[in-house]
């Protein structure tokens, strides 16, 4: 029978460790977005021609999607401190050897590695949240954690271009590559399991990921989040060039654009989790919700013609292109139990990383093959509208999250029903 740890609550250091946790996140989401403002300092530097640089991203993309999936199982194997503060560690390290490299080969070698150590962070990092936060109280937990992908995306947004002008590219990988070693080297010193840990058994091994294979939930989960992420990526990667060509934007109107559009997910995302745990939502309507508000936001950006029009349209597109993320990776400890959070946390997250892999490629041959910039943000606005059906379907966390919250009580353990065989 699965053991519990009987220990109560911390009131304090679980707010140390979700720092932590935050922190090396952030870190790795800026050593994943510093590419892009370096991407073209680096090529001509390399001698690599524009067409080239794109293989640097793959290469990284396909590292990270490959930790996802086995850094989620190795935080449940051997234990999320060591995950976390290994991935931020070695992540770190090898932004230091990119900063170093003199060919071709050898970088894309180093971004490959990069992304294979960063992407161990996320299951690792849910699987520490979920040991020290009930499911009541997770939603702004995993708000404040979600944030580091949009802050990262503006630090190195901000800082990059900056260091580029007054040193070089290789000095923001430098920077970069020694600040996530630092915060690599305090997780490991300062992150620990929390009081609602569940207790490995005195046989060892390695988890067993059978009540994984065969989880509903958890598959609804995923296609509801790749379909998310088609519509945010999708959005991230064409809206500005797309301003620009097909409506006729000026670049830096178009620019100002996409900076608000990020921006208010820095505030946004932990604000829906603190709603939704005051209020005691059901996090699957939470995202139905959420999901269909962004439909309606793309289809409003589409007909959009000027900038002032986008300008009015781009906050609230940005709050629901972002909001649904913390809500769903709650979900996903609720669906599959606390002893398996860091390797479904991994999988599904790997999974949801696909559609942001896919819709650029697809967005480019729709705009290439009709110059239409409606009919873009309508394909982009059919990601999260088929996102609502397997959302829809996914009842069992509903109970759960009933079932957690209404047994919470001083010193209780509400992970207690989301074991095997109370779920």
């Known amino acids: 029978m699965t053991a519990l740890s009987t220990a109560p609550p911390s009131t304090r250091y679980r707010w140390v460790v ?3 946790c935050w922190a090396a996140f952030t870190m790795t989401s800026v050593d994943r977005a510093t590419w892009g403002p370096a991407a073209g300092s680096v090529g001509d530097d390399l001698g690599v021609a524009v067409a080239g640089l794109g293989v640097f991203a793959t290469a990284y993309y ?3 999607v490959i930790s996802n999936l086995i850094g989620g199982f190795v935080a449940d194997w051997i234990g999320a401190r060591l995950t976390v503060g290994a991935s931020i560690l ?7 050897a990119f900063g170093e490299v003199d060919s071709h080969a050898l ?3 180093f971004q490959a590695c990069i992304g294979l150590c960063a992407g161990a962070e996320v299951g690792g990092g849910v699987k520490l949240i979920t040991s020290w936060f009930p499911a009541h109280r997770r939603g702004f937990a995993m708000g404040v954690f979600m944030t580091a992908t949009s802050l990262g995306l503006v630090v190195a947004n901000a800082v990059v271009p900056r260091l580029i002008e007054s040193h070089s590219w290789r000095t923001s990988y430098h920077l970069f590559g020694v600040t996530s070693i630092v ?3 305090c997780c490991l010193a300062l992150l620990r399991p929390g009081p609602l840990t569940v207790a490995r058994p005195e046989t060892g091994g390695r988890p067993n990921l059978r009540p994984l294979l065969g989880n509903r939930g958890l598959l609804l989960l995923a296609l509801a989040g790749f379909g998310a992420l088609w519509g945010t990526y999708g959005f991230i990667t064409w809206s500005n060039l797309l301003m620009v060509k097909g409506v006729g934007i000026d670049p830096v109107r178009a620019g100002t654009v996409v900076v608000i559009f990020g921006a208010v997910a820095v505030f946004s995302k932990p604000l829906v989790g603190l709603v939704g745990d005051t209020l005691g939502l059901s996090r699957r309507r939470q995202c139905i919700a959420i999901l269909a508000a962004f439909v309606a936001c793309l289809i409003a950006f589409s007909f959009a013609t000027t900038a002032t029009q986008f300008l009015w349209i781009a906050p609230f597109l940005g709050i629901t292109a972002y909001i649904y993320s913390p809500v769903m990776m709650a979900m996903i400890p609720t669906l599959s139990g606390p002893e398996l959070a860091g390797t479904a946390s991994g999988g599904v997250n790997a999974f949801w990383q696909l559609g942001s892999t896919i819709v650029p490629a697809v967005v480019g041959l729709v705009f290439g093959a009709t110059g239409s910039f409606q009919l873009v943000f309508l394909v982009l606005a059919a990601g999260p509208l088929l996102a609502i059906v397997p ?3 996914i009842r069992g966390a509903d109970r759960r999250e009933a079932a957690g919250t209404a047994t919470a009580r001083p010193g209780d353990n509400p ?3 989301a074991t095997p065989g109370k779920a």
């Open 183 to 185: 915060i690599g080297l």
């Open 415 to 417: 992970l207690i029903l």
């Open 62 to 64: 396909i590292g990270y």
């Open 18 to 20: 979700l720092v932590l």
């Open 90 to 96: 070695l992540s770190g390290g090898f932004m230091l």
């Open 107 to 109: 970088g894309l070698l």
């Open 391 to 393: 959302m829809y379907f």
